[in-house]
C-alpha cells in the first residue's frame, strides 16, 4: 500500500487520528440531538379555545373608547385594534 510518503508509524498514527476525528463528531452529533430540548406542540381543544375567546370577549373602556377586549372582530388594547391576540405580535 502506498502511504504517501510517511513511514507506516506516522500512517497508523493517521488512520487512528481520523477514526477519533469520526467517532468525537458521533458524540457531538448524539449530544447535540440529546440536548436540544423538547419543545413539543401544544394544541387547544374546543372547550378550552371557547375558554380562550370567552377570556378576551369582555371590553374595558377608557375615556369612553374601548381599552382593551374583543369587538367588531378585531382585539383591543391600549385602544388599537389589532388582528390577533396580544401574544401573538
Not at 29 to 35: D, K, V
Request: hydrophobic letters at 30%; glycine letters at 6%; charged letters at 10%.
Amino acid at each position: 500500500m502506498n502511504n504517501q510518503g510517511k513511514t507506516p508509524q506516522q500512517y497508523k498514527d493517521s488512520t487512528r487520528f481520523a477514526w477519533y476525528g469520526v467517532v468525537g463528531m458521533i458524540i457531538i452529533l448524539i449530544l447535540a440531538s440529546l440536548l436540544t430540548g423538547c419543545t413539543g406542540v401544544y394544541y387547544l381543544t374546543d372547550a378550552e379555545y371557547s375558554d380562550v375567546r370567552e377570556s378576551h370577549a369582555s371590553l374595558t373602556y377608557h375615556n369612553n373608547s374601548i381599552y382593551c377586549g374583543w369587538s367588531n372582530a378585531y382585539y383591543y388594547y391600549y385602544d388599537t385594534p389589532h388582528y390577533y391576540l396580544w401574544y401573538y405580535y
